[in-house]
């Protein structure tokens, strides 16, 4: 169950961590998140080390789509109605940066690179595409209404976003590593105000930034109550037109299209992580149907940690950390969102004035609904009968029988039908 970016290209080997080492700046993940804030940190100038408890790379990274986009769904008539206009185009203009970074990263990266055109579609609602453009127009952005796209089905209508882009990430971070202090198979167990410690070793630092996608410190900010994980999937199909863009259903089990060289990367099937869901069988049926001519290449699933309000969480990790940070919570759209925390966590690291930190903020308010809906999975899971339990937080097991692992409904960990830790929060395998 590999991604279509799999043994296309080998990103560099690194040693563990077997001594005790001192650093200006320890970045915690190796993941796109992580592996950006090093690369900005070192390029600054700042004396930075990573390290990684698996392989870099190894876990989310990999099961990326890699749409690098600033239209994250209908998001912006939302954020308008959450947080007002001052704040939104904060979100807006940080994504705009997020995106025209990688543009000036990618020139002189062999990593397949396109600029293409970004669609959200509704299927049955012209009025909620339709509102989200009146938004972006109220932000004086300039996006399109669309009537017919090309795929296999009809639309209400479509909001299409130009000059975004798509690109190969595991190409893009094997270039990215060049230069960085990293250290793989190198779990951190424990993290205080200024030492990180390891199964093999000490690493004290000045500061610190936690990028391991759900944070794994909960003693501090309250992520286990903020996040969710959210699980999706996605077939890779030869023998199929060329769709000429980046496409996403609006509604949450609705269906997203992309190419890669040849290849349509269909995903869907999405569901919280630990509950049933559709999986990868109705993107075959769709398949079937609509693609009939098509081959299935391969086929993975992948999660995103879902936050209260729909912006990531980027800045300190809570206020009682002064010299810890977190990047986290990009809601599915992990691209432009790792740039963006990688951007505002070394301006703050450096001391320069981010002019976006405020809606990104951990500390922001969660009197959300969905914390309420959090919080009933995490009551209801952890008065579950389970002889398997998650050593995050104790919640119940749920068995998955497509994937073959026991999933965590609280906070998303997973673990092999043997035991073995597959997914964080967690930190070790079932006891």
């Given amino acids: 169950m590999e991604s279509i970016w799999s043994g296309q290209t080998d990103i560099p080997r690194f040693e563990p961590l077997k001594n005790n080492i001192k650093t200006d700046v320890l970045v915690i993940g190796g993941g796109i998140a992580g592996i950006l804030c090093a690369r900005l940190l070192k390029d600054a100038g700042v004396e930075c080390v990573l390290v990684e408890a698996d392989r870099v790379c190894s876990k989310i990274t990999k099961n990326t789509t890699a749409k690098i986009t600033i239209q994250h769904g209908l998001i912006y008539s939302k954020l308008l109605g959450r947080f007002g206009k001052q704040k939104t ?179 869907g099937g999405g569901h919280r992580t630990g509950t049933s869901g559709g999986g990868w069988q109705g993107l075959t049926d769709f398949a079937k149907k609509y693609y009939p001519e098509s081959e299935e290449v391969c086929r993975w699933a992948t999660q995103d940690c879902m936050t209260l309000d729909g912006v990531a969480y980027i800045g300190n990790y809570s206020a009682l950390t002064e010299n810890i940070y977190v990047t986290t919570g990009f809601n599915k759209w992990g691209m432009t969102s790792s740039m963006v925390g990688a951007m505002i966590l070394s301006d703050i690291i450096m001391e320069k004035k981010n002019p976006y930190c405020e809606m990104f903020s951990p500390s922001r308010t969660i009197l959300r609904p969905q914390l309420a809906v959090n919080m009933a999975h995490y009551v209801a899971d952890l008065l579950s009968f389970s002889q398997k339990r998650c050593p995050h937080l104790g919640c119940a097991l749920k068995w998955n029988k497509f994937e073959h692992s026991w999933d965590c409904p609280c906070h998303g960990s997973r673990f092999t039908q043997d035991g073995n830790l597959i997914d964080n929060p967690a930190t070790g395998d079932i006891k």
């Fill in 89 to 267: 185009l904060m979100y807006l203009n940080a994504n705009q940066a997020a995106l025209q970074k990688f543009r000036e990263l990618c020139k002189d990266i062999d990593c397949d690179f396109e600029e293409k055109d970004s669609f959200v579609y509704s299927l049955s609602d012209r009025f909620i595409i339709e509102k989200e453009l009146s938004s972006l127009n109220t932000l004086d952005f300039k996006a399109d209404f669309v009537s017919e796209l090309p795929l296999p089905f009809s639309v209400a209508g479509a909001v299409r976003f130009k000059n975004q882009a798509q690109f190969n990430p595991i190409k893009f971070l094997s270039a990215v590593t060049d230069g960085l202090e990293i250290y793989e198979q190198t779990r951190v167990l424990e993290v205080s105000d200024d030492t990180a410690v390891t199964e093999h070793s000490k690493i004290e630092f000045k500061k610190a930034i936690v990028a391991t996608h759900f944070p794994f410190i909960n003693k501090h900010g309250s992520f286990f109550m903020k996040m969710y994980q959210h699980r999706s999937y996605v077939v890779a199909l030869k023998n199929v037109p060329d769709v000429n863009g980046m496409y996403v259903d609006q509604a949450e089990n609705g269906l997203s299209f992309r190419n890669y060289n040849g290849h349509l990367l269909l995903g």
